[in-house]
């Protein structure tokens, strides 16, 4: 901090205006309004790498990786309802939604899916797919 200017306090930054010769002075900032989808084009269609949702299955015998949201997407459409149910009723997806994909509101819908014993296989892909496009497409 240059001599003789006192730092902002919270909620405000220094606004110095370089064609005046008057000093650097506190202005206050607001955050915003509406909360940021954080790098929503990386989750929906980036490459995740370490991060990515492995379809293992129960017995462990797949290792389908999925590294973005679309591609979720597009396996689980695709794989066996023991192993869509498998993933499901541990709560993998709603896991992977919330630590790696760090979406904690689709998270949390995905849980009420996971959590919702009267869905077939069908239904809850149905469900994850709806909640996935509405937040990523």
């Given at each position: ?20 010769t ?13 909360e ?15 991060n ?56 949390e ?27 990523y497409?």
């Open positions: 901090m240059p001599e003789g200017v006192v730092p902002p306090s919270e909620n405000k930054v220094l606004y110095w205006n370089r064609s005046t008057e000093p650097a002075r506190p202005i206050s900032v607001e955050r915003p309004r509406q940021l989808k954080r790098h929503k084009r990386k989750y929906a269609e980036g490459d995740l790498g370490e990515s949702f492995y379809f293992r299955g129960a017995d462990g015998t797949l290792n389908l990786k999925a590294q973005n949201l679309m591609m979720f997407l597009q396996i689980a459409e695709g794989i066996d309802d023991r192993t869509w149910e498998h993933h499901l009723r541990a709560g993998d997806y709603s896991a992977w939604f919330r630590n790696q994909v760090k979406d904690k509101g689709l998270a819908e995905a849980a009420v899916i996971e959590d919702d014993d009267s869905l077939d296989p069908r239904k809850s892909r149905a469900a994850i797919a709806e909640a996935v496009h509405r937040r497409t």
